[in-house]
């Protein structure tokens, strides 16, 4: 069995695709884009996209494409601590130039300029695609800011550990595929996400569209909102809530259809946690 | 007095300042940090950043400095349509190469592809830098994608009129500054925006919130979520909405603070539209 994700090598998605997935054949791919396309072209069996980290907030081309342009569901959702190591092709070695993407430079910049206040930062595409970078030039002093599965896919060295800022940094990842797969990590929840639109120009009508939610005590986790793309002031929205009584959840997308909302499930899933 | 926009010359952002401070002295700067950090700092009297998209959604860079670290503000509000138009030196010139702002060119892609199907595009910083270059480089077969205010700041000639695909595109801006100004431009309404958190999960919070404006009915005009910067699953939230009768707005205020709900007021401004 095939499974795309969001690649290079090395990537965060990559280490999710290796835990959940650990037998199958893993297929990189360039954008997401390109992963949730070939999933929906039957190219690959299951897709892995990241969904929303918590600093940087919801990932803009999953949530667009999912709603405008695919008809497909999440099976799972699985939430990893970001983690920046500092790599290079060996101990000992004096950096002058640090690459990696913009994201993780940030986090890692408090670390950089304390213990490397003359070196280069360089930014590039993703962290994996820096770290390939470093490991190509073993001759050159150069460092990647990168995850570990980075290190253990380029044959690099970790000359500094867990350099990110924040500690609290955590990434959900979505499992795109057509039934759930047994998957061998602790589950800590399930829930469901679904999009709507409102009808036009209705005062409160995204207060009533809570409300289905609301006063059944469903915990709504996450709200997102998205501009149409038609015109200024039109959104849809996306809504994660917990999935604990399927009787009561029912009923509350019964009544969202009944007062004039349509929806979008974009998944039923169990959620799972990377240590 | 000065007042400060996002630059460079030429950019949408410059226009909105020629419009709404015709006579004063407009100071550019590099990045909607810098512009908001001026004005905190006493550099310029006024600012003007953009604060949402139709197509592309809010300005992140915006909505998290106003919300995290600024104590600002916002006094007025001013709607412009975009249009692109495809700039070169001289009319009638053999185009090569075309530049522009990732965004700008996928608007214009569809014309260009049409019309210029042989053309290389390259990515620039900004429209308006796109348009400079071109400015400065009259010998080369280069035409840029950029707004009508960098064909008249950089003396350009409009080879193509209104090449953008979606006719609907919109940009908010906010000025930024201690107290109302008289503005030359049509009103079309009065908004209050507000940034709140919510008392910890709790259930139906969100809901709350909204029903102490729902049930008045006062009119949301806008939602977006954003992570707190903190865990996962931890939001803070900017609304918009109308402000036609202050004696409600009020009570709702009082309301929300009632129920717990701290918020923070980004501003209580009119609308205007640019033709």
Redesign the interface.
């Known amino acids: 069995m095939h499974v795309g994700y969001l690649g290079p090598k090395g990537s965060f998605t990559h280490n999710i695709a290796l835990k959940a997935f650990p037998d199958e054949e893993l297929i990189p791919l360039g954008t997401i884009t390109e992963v949730i396309k070939a999933y929906e072209e039957g190219d690959v069996s299951y897709a892995i996209v990241p969904v929303?980290?918590?600093?940087?907030?919801p990932v803009?081309e999953t949530s667009d494409y999912l709603f405008h342009q695919a008809h497909i569901e999440t099976i799972a959702e699985i939430?990893q601590p970001i983690k920046q190591q500092l790599l290079a092709t060996a101990q000992g070695k004096k950096i002058e130039k640090i690459f990696s993407h913009p994201q993780a430079i940030a986090q890692g910049k408090k670390y950089v300029l304390e213990n490397y206040p003359d070196v280069i930062i360089e930014a590039m595409a993703s962290t994996a695609y820096a770290a390939r970078y470093v490991a190509e030039h073993p001759q050159a002093n150069y460092a990647a800011i990168a995850p570990q599965a980075a290190a253990d896919e380029y044959g690099l060295e970790i000359i500094a550990q867990d350099i990110h800022e924040?500690d609290?940094n955590?990434t959900?990842f979505w499992v795109l595929g057509p039934k759930a797969v047994p998957i061998d990590l602790k589950e800590t929840d399930k829930k469901i996400s679904l999009a709507f639109t409102l009808p036009d120009?209705l005062?409160?009508a995204?207060?009533?569209a809570?409300?289905v939610?609301?006063?059944r005590?469903?915990?709504?986790?996450?709200?997102?909102?998205?501009?149409l793309?038609?015109?200024?002031?039109e959104?849809f929205f996306i809504i994660d809530f917990a999935n604990h009584n399927e009787e009561l959840v029912g009923f509350a997308l019964e009544e969202l259809t009944a007062i004039g909302i349509h929806y979008k499930i974009l998944g039923k899933y169990t959620v799972y946690q990377l240590g």
Do not use: C, H, M
Request: aromatic share 12%.
């Open positions: 929303e980290n918590a600093i940087e907030g803009l939430v924040i609290n955590y959900r120009n005062p409160g995204l207060y009533k809570l409300s939610f609301a006063w005590g469903i915990d709504l986790t996450k709200i997102e909102s998205r501009p793309k038609t015109v200024l002031g959104y």
